[in-house]
T-cell receptor, first 111, second 120 residues
Framework: GQQLNQSPQSMFIQEGEDVSMNCTSS?????WLWYKQDPGEGPVLLIA?????ELTSNGRLTAQFGITRKDSFLNISASIPSDVGIYFC???????????FGAGTQVVVTP | GAVVSQHPSWVICKSGTSVKIECRSL??????MFWYRQFPKQSLMLMAT?????????EQGVEKDKFLINHASLTLSTLTVTSAHPEDSSFYIC????????????????FGAGSRLTVL
């Protein structure tokens, strides 16, 4: 099956710094999604990417769908304490298909 | 926006009992829902795809007789953990698809808040 590699596993950053994380896959996806999960909660969708090369922003978040369709990255600019959480990438092969999740990146923001 | 509600949010039960978890799409209809399981500090693992009016499709290694899924209506899917044991303790999360009508007519999955099961 498809393998998703997400890195880094964790990040400890100071408030105001930028954060970058990425996911790579052994095969292509047609949709890339980025979710954030707070403790004891379900994942919340941050950004959805539908087209190779697409660059999409949502406030301080920016994500890109790699040209090869096998990778995606997420950037968070000027981090704030509420950015703390676990960020997951997910790939979807078909429009109504199941998601394949990365292992997650834990972000810790210190004042 | 699309909201998926899960109930209960947490449950504690004795070993050998069965527990039912509900997943509801509150403001949209969902022909397909997905059930995930998540262990501490790990990613979400898909257990099964729940299809309204038909049998669920289980992922490899998931016991269908232990994790019973019923999707009787377009807004409700249930997961029943039968004869629960301590190793079934986990965070169970459901999701449902919302058609966005985006560039590829993509289906964006919205997740419930999860249900924490503890089996004593």
């Amino acid at each position: 099956g498809q393998q998703l590699n997400q890195s880094p596993q964790s990040m400890f950053i100071q408030e105001g710094e930028d954060v970058s994380m990425n996911c790579t896959s052994s095969s292509i996806f047609n949709t890339w999604l980025w979710y954030k999960q707070d403790p004891g909660e379900g994942p919340v969708l941050l950004i959805a990417l539908y087209k190779a090369g697409e660059l999409t922003s949502n406030g301080r978040l920016t994500a890109q769908f790699g040209i090869t369709r096998k990778d995606s990255f997420l950037n968070i600019s000027a981090s704030i304490p509420s950015d703390v959480g676990i960020y997951f990438c997910a790939g979807q092969l078909s429009s109504w298909g199941k998601l394949q999740f990365g292992a997650g990146t834990q972000v810790v923001v210190t004042p | 926006g699309a909201v998926v509600s899960q109930h209960p949010s947490w449950v504690i039960c004795k070993s050998g009992t069965s527990v039912k978890i509900e997943c509801r799409s509150l403001d949209f209809q969902a022909t397909t829902m997905f059930w995930y399981r998540q262990f501490p500090k790990q990613s979400l693992m898909l257990m099964a795809t729940s299809n309204e009016g038909s049998k669920a499709t289980y992922e490899q290694g998931v016991e269908k007789d232990k994790f019973l899924i019923n999707h009787a209506s377009l807004t409700l899917s249930t997961l029943t953990v039968t004869s629960a044991h301590p190793e079934d303790s986990s965070f169970y999360i459901c999701s449902a698809g919302v058609y966005t009508g985006g560039p590829s007519g993509a289906n964006v999955l919205t997740f419930g808040a999860g249900s924490r099961l503890t089996v004593l």
